[in-house]
């Protein structure tokens, strides 16, 4: 299977509170045929929407630090329904959490191929 047919269809929640990435971040999914879900740029939005559609999103794009507070909970949420996330920043591991150290972390400014590639890396099997 290529990557796009991959892709196709992923539905992706995004977190991010910084309009121009969030909407960045979005064109960027829509280009590789996922289905953005969002974007929520409060943790609130974002944990509101897990607990009304648990299985609404096949994984997410968190960043870091949403409206200066942590994305700790959503991940947590993340994890506990078993579903796949990447972390978004601007800085480096330092940032996260500890239990978090060995997530995938997107890179502010990133690229269309790094999103691709993070993706790709993060679908089970």
């Not at 996922?34 to 999103?57: H, K, M, T, W």
């Amino acid at each position: 299977m290529d990557q796009e047919s991959r892709l196709s269809g992923l539905r992706v929640l995004v977190l991010e509170d910084e309009a121009l990435l969030a909407m960045l971040l979005e064109d960027v999914l829509d280009d590789f045929g996922c289905v953005v879900i969002g974007p929520f740029s409060q943790n609130d939005e974002a944990l509101a929407f897990l607990a009304a559609e648990p299985g609404g999103c096949d994984m997410a794009i968190l960043d870091v630090n949403v409206a200066g507070h942590r994305s700790d909970a959503v991940a947590a949420v993340m994890d506990q329904l078993g579903l796949p996330f990447v972390f978004s920043t601007g800085y480096d591991e330092s940032g996260l959490d500890e239990r978090w150290r060995d997530k995938p972390c997107l890179r502010k400014p990133f690229r269309p191929a790094d999103v691709e590639q993070l993706l790709l890396d993060s679908l089970p099997g």
